[in-house]
């Protein structure tokens, strides 16, 4: 194998267990987001977009439905003759069966994959997150500082601020606390989850916590707070965009509302930073004489006779005649009979909503936004 | 025995009637419904039918039909054995018949393993599976079959790969030029059927047809024949985002393609990809191409903008069903000009 300067190895076995019945049955970066895409499409487009070629997606929960996604990695311009993209499930050896059993744990069991490229960079993603960043320019940072390992973080609300991982850094972003959910944090930097590593300290570091029996083999617990107390050089690498943890029901409905938003920093329609995902191949939208559609995101096969308002359609949806939907999410090749309401909810792919059904949340729910169920509609 | 069929998919038409759309590409390049060139319904066709080889032979201006083509793959024709063919006009020869061109790559006929041969114009609109029609050439026993539509030829021919190869062969003898000279040649020695295809097809070969067809496309019937789950048509990918519909959007009764960003009112149009659509803009009964940008407080009715148009804001643009306004690939409309 030709020697690669970065590699990126995009982590993808979350189940996700709080989006519910939507991460049944399959993992939660192919959960479908905005209109026509999979939320791993966002990681994956940007390591195109960033000029990195070369990308082992690590997958364990539910691998099916984002095996066949990814394919060979052609939708991203990842099918490459030297590098492209490369599923790394997890694998039994002569004596053992062994699992992902944290973040740190997976890139170890697969070293043979970065040490065929001898990359100078390793670059750590999660495919759980909806986000346009330059990678490249983020191992720019990372090079000029000679640092052995450098975290992107992001400014979140200061009220926040104890639910995430915070970096405490000096006044040239060098990391010199690591504060996981801090009950009186001092910074409100967050780490989304994004490392660069020089390839031999995270080779080192990766085989040093793999023979401890006590570690949880986690990059956030166990791997960067070593590197930290050993002295090596850690920086905080500060983004500014749109970046969002779609973990649960309100917010992958949020990110996806927040798509009809402007101001939101997530631009779908940036043509030099394009968001690729496997094209699905249906005919154009249909929008007959009784529809009415505003404020909303329609992909391509859907057919629309009823009303649409502030709300994202996937691809090959029905909505029939007297039907409105107002702020919800309805994903690929759902039905919504006639005369039917639905407002604030989800609804998975290839449901049927039966004619005249009403979906709202009840009065006294914990949330108001609905995740609709089949066995919510039998209830019915 | 074996049933392959080889697609041939003749290119080299040039239509009257057609020049402001043909101008700058093939015939077979065309936008059509939004998303797809014309090639888009036989090649797909062709690949739904099973048909694992075609060979096109394109004349003038095929660097838009190349590019629209590339390797084949969005159709799935990116094969190591078999797969799709590409194969130009020698660029010195002006006017080359088909026959000609065809002879002139008389070793790929050779070298096709196919037993039938299916030769098919570019310009078809249909969704036809050639299965069950290569049965019924099977079962008549005759030469050629030509299929038709309302006892009208669609100019798409099956036949044995030898036979086509030998009127090729043999044009200097008997003159035929292309596959139509054979079938309407009263003394041709071959024995032709005619199947009659049920469903909907028609050839774009005027202005006329191709703006009346297009707007047939809002027939929930028509739409549904064409677009069919199990038959595909399939198209170059282009990864554009969803269509955005804001504020004060208005569409009826309109087939709209992905990456469009809509603020006016649309009624009984066909928009394709990336096309903005200003606020107070009205657009009826037109044709819209990829990535035109028509302004604000615009009245488009009747109208065929090509690719890349720029309206202006208050533009006035009107055709008449009879005979839409054309405007040509690229220009810039203005507010004082065709008004």
Known sequence: ?380 | MDRKLLGVIDATTYQKGLEDLIQHRSLAAVPFGGRYRLIDFILSNMVNSGIKSVAIFPKNQYRSLMDHLGSGKDWDLNRKRDGLFFFPAPAEEKEITSFNHFAANKDFFDRSNQQYALISNCFTVCNMDFEPILDWHIKSGCDITEVRKDGRSLHMFLMKKSLLVELFETREETGYTCMRDVVTDINSPYRQCHYEFKGYAVMIDSITTYFNESMKLLKPSIWKELFLKNQPVYTKVKDEPPTRYFTGASVKNSVIANGCLIEGTVENSIISRAVKIGKGSVIKNSIIMQKCQIGENCVLDSVVLDKDVKVNNGTMMYGTKELPYVVRKGTVQGALMNS
């Not at chain 1, 043979?112 to 993603?125: A, T």
């Not at chain 1, 960067?224 to 969002?244: E, H």
């Open chain 1, 1 to 380: 194998m030709a020697k690669k300067k970065c590699v990126a190895m995009l982590l993808a076995g979350g189940q996700g267990s709080r989006l519910h019945s939507l991460t049944s049955n399959l993992a939660k970066p192919a959960v479908p987001f905005g209109g026509k895409y999979r939320i791993i499409d966002f990681t994956l487009s940007n390591c195109t977009n960033s000029g990195i070629d070369t990308v082992g997606v690590l997958t364990q929960y539910q691998p099916l439905v984002l095996n066949s996604y990814i394919g060979i990695g052609s939708a991203w311009d990842l099918d490459r003759k030297n590098g492209g993209v490369t599923v790394l499930p997890p694998y039994s050896e002569s004596k053992e069966m062994k699992w992902y059993t944290g973040t740190a744990c997976a890139i170890y069991q697969n070293l043979n994959y970065l040490i065929q490229y001898d990359p100078e960079y390793v670059l750590i993603l999660s495919g759980d997150h909806i986000y346009k960043m330059n990678y490249e320019l983020m191992l720019d940072f990372h090079i000029k500082r000679d640092a052995d390992a450098t975290i992107s973080v992001i400014e979140v609300p200061w009220d926040e601020a104890s639910r995430f991982g915070i970096l405490n850094t000096d006044s040239d972003m060098k990391v010199v606390e690591f504060d996981e959910k801090p009950a009186n944090p001092k910074n409100n930097l967050a780490s989304m989850g994004i490392y660069i590593f020089k390839w031999s300290v995270l080779k080192e570091y990766l085989i040093k916590d793999a023979a401890l029996p006590d570690s949880s083999h986690d990059f956030g617990k166990d791997i960067l707070p070593t590197l930290l107390s050993d002295q090596k050089k850690l920086f905080a690498y500060p983004f500014s965009g749109y970046w969002k943890d779609v973990g649960t029901v309100r917010s992958l409905w949020e990110a996806n509302m927040d798509l009809l938003d402007d101001t939101c920093g997530l631009d779908l329609f940036d043509y030099t930073w394009r968001i690729y995902s496997v094209n699905p191949n249906q005919p154009p939208q249909f929008i007959s004489d009784d529809a009415l559609v505003v404020d909303s995101l329609i992909n391509e096969g859907c057919v629309i006779e009823g009303e649409v308002e502030k709300s994202v359609l996937f691809q090959g949806v029905k909505v029939e005649k007297g039907a409105l939907i107002k702020e919800s999410v309805i994903m690929p090749d759902a039905v919504i009979g006639k005369n039917v309401f639905i407002e604030k909810a989800i609804v998975p792919s290839e449901m049927v909503i039966p004619d005249g059904t009403i979906i709202r949340a009840l009065p006294d729910a914990d949330d108001e936004i609905v995740l609709v169920t089949e066995d919510m509609l039998q209830s019915l």
